[in-house]
Protein backbone atom coordinates (compact mmCIF):
# COMPACT_ATOMS: atom_id res chain seq x y z
CA UNK A 1 0.00 0.00 0.00
CA UNK A 2 1.50 3.21 -1.08
CA UNK A 3 1.13 5.82 1.79
CA UNK A 4 2.84 9.09 3.10
CA UNK A 5 3.62 8.71 7.15
CA UNK A 6 4.15 12.60 8.68
CA UNK A 7 5.55 12.55 12.42
CA UNK A 8 7.49 14.74 14.20
CA UNK A 9 5.04 16.98 15.89
CA UNK A 10 4.45 18.10 19.28
CA UNK A 11 4.32 20.97 21.94
CA UNK A 12 7.70 23.01 22.45
CA UNK A 13 7.48 26.65 23.75
CA UNK A 14 8.55 29.67 21.65
CA UNK A 15 12.14 29.29 20.16
CA UNK A 16 12.38 25.86 20.18
CA UNK A 17 12.57 23.58 17.63
CA UNK A 18 11.22 20.07 15.77
CA UNK A 19 11.91 18.49 13.01
CA UNK A 20 9.03 16.70 11.07
CA UNK A 21 9.81 13.28 8.86
CA UNK A 22 7.47 12.72 6.00
CA UNK A 23 8.50 9.04 5.22
CA UNK A 24 6.95 6.46 2.23
CA UNK A 25 6.18 3.00 1.75
CA UNK A 26 5.13 1.39 -0.94
CA UNK A 27 6.73 3.63 -3.39
CA UNK A 28 9.96 5.67 -4.09
CA UNK A 29 10.34 9.74 -3.40
CA UNK A 30 12.72 10.12 -5.81
CA UNK A 31 10.31 10.45 -8.81
CA UNK A 32 8.70 13.20 -6.38
CA UNK A 33 8.77 17.04 -6.06
CA UNK A 34 7.39 16.87 -1.98
CA UNK A 35 5.73 19.99 -0.65
CA UNK A 36 5.06 20.82 3.28
CA UNK A 37 1.74 22.55 3.92
CA UNK A 38 -0.22 23.76 6.87
CA UNK A 39 -3.55 24.06 7.95
CA UNK A 40 -4.44 25.96 11.35
CA UNK A 41 -8.05 26.34 12.86
CA UNK A 42 -10.64 28.30 10.85
CA UNK A 43 -7.31 28.69 8.73
CA UNK A 44 -6.89 28.05 4.67
CA UNK A 45 -4.58 25.40 4.38
CA UNK A 46 -0.87 27.40 3.25
CA UNK A 47 2.14 25.92 1.30
CA UNK A 48 5.13 26.27 3.86
CA UNK A 49 8.00 24.48 1.87
CA UNK A 50 8.55 22.72 -1.10
CA UNK A 51 11.77 20.83 -3.10
CA UNK A 52 11.78 19.64 -6.61
CA UNK A 53 11.91 15.85 -8.04
CA UNK A 54 15.56 16.49 -8.60
CA UNK A 55 16.23 18.75 -5.60
CA UNK A 56 17.92 21.57 -7.52
CA UNK A 57 14.88 23.94 -6.61
CA UNK A 58 13.67 24.58 -2.56
CA UNK A 59 11.35 27.14 -1.81
CA UNK A 60 10.09 28.56 1.79
CA UNK A 61 6.49 31.05 2.45
CA UNK A 62 8.01 34.45 3.42
CA UNK A 63 6.71 33.59 6.78
CA UNK A 64 9.11 30.70 7.65
CA UNK A 65 12.39 31.70 5.69
CA UNK A 66 15.47 31.94 7.41
CA UNK A 67 13.61 29.30 10.09
CA UNK A 68 12.63 26.49 8.37
CA UNK A 69 14.45 23.81 6.45
CA UNK A 70 13.51 21.21 3.83
CA UNK A 71 15.81 18.17 2.62
CA UNK A 72 15.87 14.84 1.09
CA UNK A 73 17.37 11.62 2.22
CA UNK A 74 16.84 9.38 -0.60
CA UNK A 75 18.00 6.72 1.14
CA UNK A 76 15.77 6.68 3.86
CA UNK A 77 12.88 7.97 1.50
CA UNK A 78 12.23 10.81 3.63
CA UNK A 79 12.16 14.16 3.36
CA UNK A 80 12.27 16.46 6.34
CA UNK A 81 11.51 19.72 7.54
CA UNK A 82 13.82 21.49 10.18
CA UNK A 83 11.89 23.81 12.41
CA UNK A 84 13.39 26.06 14.15
CA UNK A 85 12.82 29.53 16.54
CA UNK A 86 9.52 28.29 16.48
CA UNK A 87 6.44 30.80 17.05
CA UNK A 88 3.29 30.44 18.55
CA UNK A 89 1.54 31.34 14.77
CA UNK A 90 3.81 28.24 13.40
CA UNK A 91 1.11 26.18 15.74
CA UNK A 92 -0.99 23.78 12.50
CA UNK A 93 -1.13 20.36 11.60
CA UNK A 94 1.48 19.94 9.09
CA UNK A 95 1.50 18.40 5.61
CA UNK A 96 3.71 17.02 3.17
CA UNK A 97 2.46 15.94 -0.40
CA UNK A 98 4.03 14.70 -3.68
CA UNK A 99 4.10 15.74 -7.03
CA UNK A 100 4.90 13.60 -9.72
CA UNK A 101 8.60 14.64 -11.27
CA UNK A 102 7.42 17.89 -10.65
CA UNK A 103 10.10 20.45 -11.66
CA UNK A 104 8.68 23.38 -10.44
CA UNK A 105 8.93 24.49 -6.40
CA UNK A 106 6.19 25.66 -5.94
CA UNK A 107 4.00 23.55 -7.83
CA UNK A 108 0.37 24.21 -8.35
CA UNK A 109 -1.32 22.86 -5.29
CA UNK A 110 -3.33 20.62 -7.71
CA UNK A 111 -0.41 19.14 -8.73
CA UNK A 112 0.78 17.40 -5.46
CA UNK A 113 -1.87 14.60 -5.37
CA UNK A 114 -0.66 12.38 -2.54
CA UNK A 115 -0.99 13.59 0.95
CA UNK A 116 -0.17 12.39 4.85
CA UNK A 117 -2.54 12.42 7.48
CA UNK A 118 -0.67 15.20 9.08
CA UNK A 119 1.29 15.82 12.34
CA UNK A 120 0.27 18.86 14.72
CA UNK A 121 2.78 21.47 15.99
CA UNK A 122 1.85 23.36 18.75
CA UNK A 123 4.25 26.31 20.36
CA UNK A 124 2.85 28.07 23.30
CA UNK A 125 4.50 28.98 26.46
Known amino acids: QEQLVESGGGLVQPGGSLRLSCVAS????????IGWFRQAPGKEREGVSCINVNDMSRSYADSVKGRFTISRDSAKNTVYLQLNNLKPEDSAVYYC??????????????????WGQGTQVTVAS
Open 26 to 33: GFTLENYG
Open 97 to 114: ATAYLTIACPAPTSDYDR
